[in-house]
């Protein structure tokens, strides 16, 4: 298996790596024994055509390299990456060892998919991968020289690679872009550093912002969950304390409350949004049987639901009463595989890799695609002075919507951000601040 699967990152590298070449300039290289003509491409970062254009005779039906041969290979300029290939390294664990290998190879396969749909707007992408697996020693692939040449890095996937990756992409100047990892204390010193998902803390304060400024002709109703276990407990205070800065007033409340007590909590002249303290779905499913008592006795009260995104994975279970309780789920993320871009990735990569995307949120093929889609138009515009904030291109992300800020003279922080919207006539929403 192990074998197959390098095969397919081989085959998709060789074939969605496609640059250009900046100065007519060659050095001269002994062919040593073993050497492959693939191998010595993607040693000086080159493609293979690349290097059998600089030497005719290689293109010849039977051609073999020997041992011994000495053959031109041409030598890339840095130059302005606007105007030649973008250099992109990928450093993840790219294996089949376990699951993390595997999302990390689908993740991947979607940055390949990008770049591939790149090459039709005049964007070439030159792909170095390495696999930096959790007992990888990271100084090892540092150490290849193709690794400082690079002008982006996405990486790493594990937290304990963070800070020793971020040191060498400052020194190099190179775009550090952390695709998952939610702890990133070098984003407050290192300004070449792009951070996708904000820490939990970070979340919880813009939601609960974001709910007082959304939701402020609305009657606020905090439902106690019982759930001693439950850690939303910090966003609903955080919430509670917003609500209180805005000067909007707000009821508290329990799923253990008589029915009569519940239903005072609610007002009748104005819509109310129910924020639950836990994210238990065994307290969803009472929440929402408490709800639908409170509306079989007071029909005229209106009531919409605010969700946590841990919920999204149950939406097929609890759709019907997403859609009547008018539910709004927070998220950095949304995959909406009905949209056409969504369809055409998925009919991309089951025809490119033989298999469908791994069922799971979020679909990782997708949130490669976005990462890779977004950074090298990026820099194939504006350069290094590429910074990921909105308005710079058009950008319709197929899962992941993205808009960096700078996090005072360090990095950059995507504070993009979504409501989910199941609306009451079964139609859904994203709302992106």
């Not at 407050?188 to 974001?210: C, G, K, M, V, W």
């Not at 606020?220 to 910090?234: R, Y």
């Not at 238990?280 to 009472?286: K, V």
Request: aromatic share 12%; glycine share 6%.
């Amino acid at each position: 298996m192990a074998r197959i699967l390098r095969y397919f990152l081989v085959l998709a590298l060789m074939s969605l790596s496609v640059q250009t070449i900046d100065a007519q300039s060659y050095k001269n290289h002994k062919v040593k024994k073993k050497e492959t003509l693939y191998g010595i491409a993607t040693d000086n970062g080159l493609t293979v055509d690349q290097l059998i254009a600089a030497n005719p005779g290689m293109e010849k039906p039977g051609f073999q390299l020997k041992k011994g041969d000495i053959i031109r290979v041409p030598v890339m300029e840095q130059g302005d990456v606007r105007q030649r290939a973008i250099r992109l390294g990928i450093m993840l664990p790219l294996n089949d060892d376990g699951n993390d290998g595997k999302r990390m190879v689908e993740y991947y396969r979607g940055v390949l998919m990008a770049c591939d749909s790149l090459k039709k707007e005049g964007i070439s992408v030159d792909v170095k991968a390495w696999n930096l697996s959790e007992n990888t020693n990271l100084q090892t692939i540092l150490g290849d020289p193709q690794a400082a040449s690079r002008d982006m890095i996405i990486g790493p996937f594990y937290e304990k690679f963070v800070s020793e990756l971020s040191a060498f992409a400052k020194s190099h100047k190179i775009k550090l872009v952390v695709p998952f990892s939610i702890h990133a204390q070098e984003i407050y010193s290192n300004p070449h550093l792009f951070q996708i998902y904000q820490h939990h803390d970070q979340q919880n304060e813009s939601t609960a912002r974001r709910i007082s400024e959304w939701f402020r002709d609305y009657h606020p109703v905090v439902v106690d969950g019982g759930d001693a276990a439950s850690t939303k407990g910090a966003f609903t205070a955080i919430l509670r304390q917003q609500l209180t800065n805005h000067n909007i007033p707000y009821n508290v409340t329990s799923l253990k409350s008589a029915d009569a007590d519940f239903a005072h909590a609610f007002a009748a002249n104005m819509p109310n949004i129910v924020v639950l303290n836990t994210a238990n779905t065994a307290s969803l499913t009472a929440l929402f049987t408490k709800l639908n008592q409170l509306l079989a006795s007071y029909p005229q009260v209106k009531v919409s639901v605010f969700g946590y995104m841990d919920w999204m994975p149950y939406t097929d279970q609890f759709i019907a009463n997403f859609h009547k309780y008018n539910m709004y789920l927070p998220a950095p993320f949304y995959t909406n595989l009905d949209t056409p871009l969504a369809k055409r990735l998925q009919t991309k990569y089951r025809w490119n890799f033989h298999e469908d995307m791994i069922n799971i949120l979020p679909r990782f093929a997708l949130s490669g695609f976005d990462h890779a889609a977004f950074f090298l138009r990026g820099l194939h515009k504006y350069g290094a002075a590429f910074d990921g904030a909105a308005g710079r291109f058009g950008y319709q992300p197929s899962q992941t919507p993205l808009k960096f800020e700078r996090i005072g003279q360090g990095g950059y922080q995507n504070r993009s951000y979504m409501f989910v919207h199941y609306k009451p006539e079964g139609t859904i929403e994203t709302i992106t601040y």
